[in-house]
């Protein structure tokens, strides 16, 4: 289903006109094994963008000539579905919308945290990695969750969940494998863009940990440094 | 419009202009047309009747033709004596005159072949013969014809005084409400780029539209020169921290293997971060301070915000064994949604930090007179009644509380908040603790 390059690397298409983000970008990801191609300006990029295939582009917004939203339209009207990260100096909720609305998959404001730009990336590339372990169940390891009835077990035994626990859960196993950081769980569990004063994610983190590893030898719900949370087998 | 036309002091000014001339109007007229017809007509028969007494008592003494003789020397005098049949006795008129017209009881008016005007009176003697008198009446009711036109060309002007005003007034009052919409207007969507529409040149509104607007374009253009300074702030000095901070993350990696190294690295990133974080709420405070409107007001119930900032704290609040009912009544409002969050995040946040361990946070919402309001109460050491309104500057720190966590810009952050959303804040004694109470207008 990926358009994987002939040496099978995921493809990441970057537009932007800073060359010091640019590189900084292409830099990073290549060391996270993506191939990457770059275009300095909008039409390079809408050539790049509708010519060749790729796994997911990178998009700054205020590109000159045309600009990211216009090509990210163009694309979008042509049929091209690539996931598509919007990079913006604009942090409003109003130039969020916008830039999903002209088919955005996520926005992403500058500056930011590689680590952040990373986590995205990696969703987006690698998006629905249909990790259900049958109908309506959602596993890693020994751990399961059953989307039907909204019950969580653990090598057989019955986990209670609050309904944010089950979220924040759902959320993270639908993700297996990837990082996901602290934004994104605020955008997609808690359902608001918000800027928490304090730690209050990595305590909701700390409770379901010693709900679901607590008394097992395997930790399935791992703290990235620097950069989120991440659930693996 | 109307309404507001009909309360403007321009419309009642003009009112009572209007009231002031139609009754000086009314005056005039009344001086015009009864007072002057009256006068000179009454004045010429005096001199008549005058004229007649004369010749009855001349009659009396069988002296008639002499003192007809004598009265006709006069030149503005006309007098003609008629017997039964209505033949020509004496006088210097040889026939009744023709065109006669009645002026007043009594009273007749005739013009001669010479153009001249006369009014005239009868008197018939016992033995039938008539008298006639006339009055040479030309000059006086020259004037009093002249008199008439004036005072219609004076009540013509009147009128047209009249219309004028009401049409001056009705254009002040279109063009300063004008004024008042585009100030009102740019005061609540915060939207600096309005302007006064001007329609005309010549008129001292316009010239004020004319400079209000250069005041208007000149203070966008500050505000905006404001709004790009911070941008540039973030710009310049975000960007290189974030490189830092991206810098600090690969050597981080570098030191794989080395525990001790990683955790100072650690230590640096988290601190990169904190400061991140001042420069983004700082900006995010001057953006609400400068655009007001930051998103497309969306309707939703306070009370299931407000339900979802405590299930978010709950577990903070659970650590530090603090007892909370939150007491949620519907109140629908519209508004930004995750900026109402951002309010009552950082305010919980404030509750449950100041809040010794075991102690009351009071949380309620509901509608209050017509408004949405909402509570958010803790049981700490409060704020000093002196400090309430210094606490939302930016940076601004209790005495005590200079060496806790946070970067002094959470109420800063929440007042701005609460402005940009049209809402009201104020800090409350909750003996002991501190009483935060917000207020909405409610969804229309």
Known sequence: ??????????????????????????????????????????????FLATTEKYDAAIIDRMVPEPDGLTILRAMR???????????SALASVDDRVTGLRAGGDDYLVKPFAFAE?????EILARRKPVVEAGPARLAAGDLELNLLTRKASRAGQQIELQAREYALLEYLLRHKGQVVTRTMLLENVWDYNFDPQTNVIDVHISRLRSKIDKGFSTTLLKTVRGAGYIIED | MLNGYLRSSSFKMALLFTLLLCAAGAALGYINFRLNQQQFLESAERQINAEIRVLRMAQRSGQLQAEIALSTQKSDVLVLLTDKQNQYLAGNLTSDPENVQVLREGTLGFTRPDQHIYAARIHTFDDGRRLL?????????KEYLMLQRLGIISLILMAIVIATSFLISTFVVSRTNRIANTARQMMETGDLSRRIEIDSGWDDLSNMSHVLNLFLARLEELVYGVRQVSDNIAHDLRTPLTRLRNDLERLRLDATGRDDLQNRIDEMIADTDGLLGVFAALLRISRLETIAQTALPSAFDLADVLRDVCELYEPLAEAKELRWQPQLAPAPMKGDRDLVFQIFANLLDNAIKYTPAGGDIRIACGVQDGRIVAQVA?????????????????????????????????????????????GQIELMDAAPGLNVIVSFTPAA
């Open chain 1, 77 to 87: 009207a042509s049929g091209n579905q690539t996931p598509v990260l919007i990079l």
């Open chain 2, 378 to 422: 803790d049981t700490g050491p409060g704020i000093p009644a002196a400090e309430r309104e210094r606490v939302f500057e930016r940076f601004y720190r209790l005495e005590g509380s200079r060496t806790s966590s946070g970067s002094g810009l959470g109420l800063a952050l929440v007042r701005a908040a609460v402005y940009a959303q049209q």
């Open chain 1, 117 to 121: 730009l990373l986590a995205r990336i």
């Open chain 2, 133 to 141: 008198v006339g009055l040479d009446i030309t000059a006086a009711s």
């Open chain 1, 1 to 46: 289903m990926l358009n994987k390059g002939r040496d099978g690397k995921m493809r990441i298409l970057i537009i932007e006109d800073d060359p010091r983000v640019s590189g900084f970008i292409s830099k990073g990801l290549k060391e996270q094994g993506y191939t990457v191609d770059s275009a300095q300006n909008g039409r390079d990029g809408l």
